[in-house]
């Protein structure tokens, strides 16, 4: 997903282009990708700065986060990303103060730019910080590691406490 910048003219660039999941890496354990990414939208080009606005659609593998059951999640996200290049100021290569405006800037080599890591950041984005198999998912016993969406187990029954909290149930029983 390189583009020349030369290639995106005055009126700019539409971009079509289906990617084969493989090409994207994931570094979460349990997160996957199930489909292709489907990518489309505009390259706009401004001097030597490059600009895309778009939209990724695709499928993602996750787990559950109270039960760690398999679930897919959708995605349909909107891209956009600007590109500049390198500052060829060697005074400004310490520290910078960064602006709101500069979280979607990437800096480019050369004359050209790769969309991957824009289009990678714009499906993770999407994933919930809590994924949920279903709203009102039970998860699993602290104790034995059952499932409770499939049934209950004895440990609930049981409801141990901490010996060292023991003192704060008295207090309670003792406060009523």
């Keep these: 997903m390189v583009f020349d910048i030369d290639v995106v003219g005055d009126e ?3 971009v079509k282009i289906q990617v084969n999941k493989d090409q994207f890496e994931m570094d979460q354990e349990s ?9 489309s939208g505009h390259l706009t080009r ?3 700065d490059v600009y895309l606005q778009g939209k990724v659609t695709t499928e993602l593998a996750l787990n559950c ?14 891209l956009k990303a600007h590109f500049v290049p390198p500052n060829p100021d060697p005074d400004s290569a310490g520290e910078v103060e960064l602006q709101a405006s500069d979280i979607d800037t990437e800096v480019y080599e050369g004359h050209q730019i ?6 990678l950041d714009g499906i993770l984005l999407t994933v919930p910080v809590v994924c949920l198999c279903s709203e009102d998912c039970k998860g699993m016993c602290p104790q034995c590691g ?6 209950s ?14 003192v704060l149930k008295q207090l309670k029983i003792n406060y009523k």
Excluded: F, W, Y
């Design 114 to 119: 790769d969309l991957t890591q824009s289009i």
């Design 31 to 39: 997160c996957s990708l199930n489909k292709d990414v489907a990518v």
């Design 153 to 166: 187990c004895e440990c609930a029954s049981e409801a141990s406490v901490d010996s060292r909290l023991e």
């Design 12 to 14: 700019g660039l539409d």
């Design 146 to 151: 059952m499932k409770l969406n499939q049934g």
């Design 46 to 48: 401004v001097g030597d």
């Design 65 to 78: 986060s109270r039960c760690l059951d398999p679930l897919t999640h959708s995605v349909d996200s909107k």
